[in-house]
């Protein structure tokens, strides 16, 4: 079976700061690996994805995230966040049951 | 890319009654999908809708409960039947066409039910 962990419900961060959301997963064979963002009352976006090739993978709004087959993990990262980056990202996977799975979802909350 | 657009948009309903979701998606797609989104909850997948068969339901889901259709590769539509308090969600159709590729998601249908 697959799953998916997201290590932090919450993130405070300031303004400028660098921030990292921290994604783990499990599934017994290759994987498809994405990050959406929900901004408040608003529909889901995708941020980036890992299908294949590079590891080091980056997306819209400055967003990268890196594929870490050893440590089964896809930690989302951004140098320097804003205000308006201020959502619930959600970490999600692709496994061998074909279906996408989320995971709990992290509130990142960007303070002036 | 797909455009998926679901209706309503949102309701608020009696306990006891039910509810169909319409999901069109701009373009033909393999695969469909129906997610319930709690308040404050991430994304549960409810059921695969798989076109011209029954629905494959997740461990949680019954057919009798939540009755899907998929008469074809751009429609499908999900009934919530017999409402209680605990089914005011979001409800998100979705789509992808390929094992490997992006799944898009619908607006949501905001169900509120009293």
């Known amino acids: 079976a697959q799953s998916v962990t997201q290590l932090d419900s919450q993130v405070p961060v300031f303004e400028e700061a660098p921030v990292e959301l921290r994604c783990n997963y499990s599934s017994s064979v290759s994987v498809y690996l994405f990050w959406y963002v929900q901004y408040p009352n608003q529909g889901l976006q995708l941020l980036l994805k890992y299908l294949s090739g590079s590891t080091l993978v980056k997306g819209i709004n400055g967003f990268e995230a890196e594929f870490n087959k050893s440590q089964t993990s896809f930690h989302l990262r951004k140098p320097s966040v804003h205000i308006s980056d201020t959502a619930e990202y959600f970490c999600a996977v692709i496994g061998g049951t074909g279906k996408l799975i989320f995971g709990q979802g992290t509130t990142l909350q960007v303070k002036p | 890319s797909a455009v998926i657009s679901q209706k309503p948009s949102r309701d608020i309903c009696q306990r006891g009654t039910s509810l169909t979701i319409q999901c069109q998606v701009d373009?033909?797609?393999?695969?469909m999908f129906w997610y319930r989104q709690q308040p404050g909850q991430s994304l549960t997948l409810i059921a695969t809708a798989n076109q011209g068969s029954e629905a494959t339901y997740e461990s949680g889901f019954v057919i009798d409960k939540f009755p899907i259709s998929r008469p074809n590769l751009t429609f499908s539509t999900l009934t919530v039947s017999n409402m209680s308090p605990e089914d005011s969600s979001i409800y998100l159709c979705?789509?992808?066409?390929?094992?490997?590729?992006?799944?898009?998601f619908g607006p949501g249908t905001r169900l509120t039910v009293l």
């Open positions: 979705s789509a992808r066409d390929r094992v490997a590729g992006e799944q898009f």
């Open positions: 373009s033909q797609v393999t695969m």
